[in-house]
């Protein structure tokens, strides 16, 4: 469901699975469905979400709508007891990601964030370094995410109705790292502040997340320059630095202090595609084995994302 950059990505990526199938294709335009169809090969296009619903064979559904869709689309597949992986963000809002997992539970139906970063080959190894106690007892996380973007009024990334602004498009990355290496920053100190577009979305916001036992997370998000695109992660005995782009990265470099010495080693994690594919290997196990919920991206976390998402947005004062 739905027909923009992304999904084109996830359809490119598909090809490489030799037991995946792109089987039917919605979007609000039937010209637009058709034209993805035509190109990618798919035997079935409709020009509405809910016609969708009346498609046979489907195994689970790919929600990659603007972010404003996301409950309304996950809703209509999980009231017809199709399979869910949305897009993030999950939700506009906490309250929406609530009622999307409550609807997952009651109909028995499998349901993910769509959190690609990680299953990248190069994010997962840094995370486990630092979760074997790689770089000691890790104290700061920081990462970035930032491109130049003229305003266009009719660009849904501008458009408040639809989700728009930094935060939810591209800031969901430094804090879904935060959450992952932290946990959740409650009752944690939750400090933010943003500047705002002439269409009163956000195009830079920059957060810090603070925790009891000394721990800190930094989080810069923008539509306004280009920034470096990277993530580091600081511990007491050496430091992780995931080269750009972090979220998706093909490069680490390992620190490690001994004594007045610091020790770095490079490591490549080269992959093909997109990196979509990954996730969509991941959601065929889920399904091969009966589960709801992901192991990798269980209802909790996105639950917890959600939460912290409309806490910044508090800070920021932006509804």
Known sequence: MGMGKIA??????LRLLPNARLHAVASAS?????????????????????SMMDCRDLDVVYVATPHSLHFTCTMLCLSNKLPVLCEKPFALNAHEAHKMIEAAGHHGVFLMEALWTFFIPGVQRALEYVGA??????????????FKLPLDRDSRLFNKTLGG??????GIYPVLLALRLLGKPDPAHIQAVATFTETDVDDTTIF???????????????????????AW?????????????????????????EGKEIVEQLEH??????????????VQECLRDGLQESPIVPWQFTLSLAETLDAIREKIGYT
């Open 208 to 230: 810090t997340f603070q925790y009891p036992d000394k721990k800190i997370a930094l989080g810069h998000a923008t539509v306004a320059a280009h920034t470096p695109v990277e």
């Open 133 to 146: 106690g790689g770089i000691g007892h890790l104290h700061t996380v920081k990462a970035d995410f930032g």
């Open 269 to 282: 994690y080269p992959y093909q595609g997109w990196g979509y594919w990954m996730e969509a290997i991941h």
């Open 30 to 50: 039937q010209e637009r469905a058709n034209k993805f169809a035509e190109e990618f090969g798919v035997p079935h296009a409709y020009g509405s979400y809910e």
């Open 165 to 170: 602004g930094a935060l939810l498009d591209i």
């Open 233 to 257: 992660l600081l511990g007491t005995e050496g430091s992780v630095r995931l080269h750009p782009r972090w979220h998706h990265t093909q490069i680490l470099t390992l620190t490690r202090y």
């Open 8 to 13: 084109r990505k996830f359809a490119e990526d």
